[in-house]
């Protein structure tokens, strides 16, 4: 039976879909096409009538992926993103969470259309979050600056706590000390009161 063409394309995301939540939990070198396939409910020879290879999906997957994150930033106020992103639930989840912090290290020994994705994805997301920390008067630059410095130190928690076993205190430690490090930085500064100017007692 021929296949509509916005079935094929239904089929196709969810190709996408699942490949994402799986490289994710194994991660690229850990899933293979027909494994995939077989999850997502399809024949393995059908893949070669979706995609031109496997790096190709794992492109697409990526920004798949991504997307899911950057949805859940969207509208999200930066702080409340950060308690959320550094939380247990996220590190215990790796099928359902950050692609950046799941696949990051496998990205590097991928093809270049997967680090583009992956480039791509990162540029969108520390936009989104510019954007919604960014207060009238502040400079984009900073503003970027900031975001960056506070992604890749998020991002880098969840890989170390991660690297530890689940029930190591470690793997919490980490979250706990980065978090408030990273809360910390956002916190509005006060502006200390020079000696010379302080008011004297009446």
Do not use: W
């Amino acid at each position: 039976m021929k296949v509509s063409k916005a079935q094929a394309q239904a089929n196709r995301a969810h190709v996408v879909e699942t490949a994402s939540q799986l490289f994710r939990e194994r991660g690229f070198d850990g899933v293979g096409v027909a494994d995939l396939m077989a999850a997502a409910g399809f024949t393995h020879g059908g893949f070669y009538k979706q995609f031109g290879s496997k790096a190709d999906l794992i492109a697409e997957s990526t920004a798949c992926g991504i997307g899911q994150t950057i949805a859940l930033a969207d509208g999200v106020d930066p702080k409340e993103f950060v308690k959320q992103y550094l939380s247990r639930a996220h590190r215990d989840h790796r099928a359902v969470g950050c692609t950046m912090a799941a696949l990051g290290g496998d990205a590097a020994r991928q093809p270049e259309s997967v680090r583009a994705a992956f480039a791509d994805g990162i540029e969108n997301l520390v936009a989104d979050l510019s954007q919604q920390s960014s207060s009238p008067g502040t400079d984009p630059d900073q503003a970027r600056a900031r975001i960056l410095d506070t992604l890749a130190h998020a991002v880098g928690a969840i890989v170390l706590s991660r690297a530890c076993p689940d029930d190591s205190p470690l793997a919490e430690e980490i979250l706990v000390v980065c978090r408030e490090a990273i809360l910390g930085s956002m916190a509005p500064r006060t502006t200390a009161t020079a000696p010379g100017r302080r008011r004297r007692a009446g």
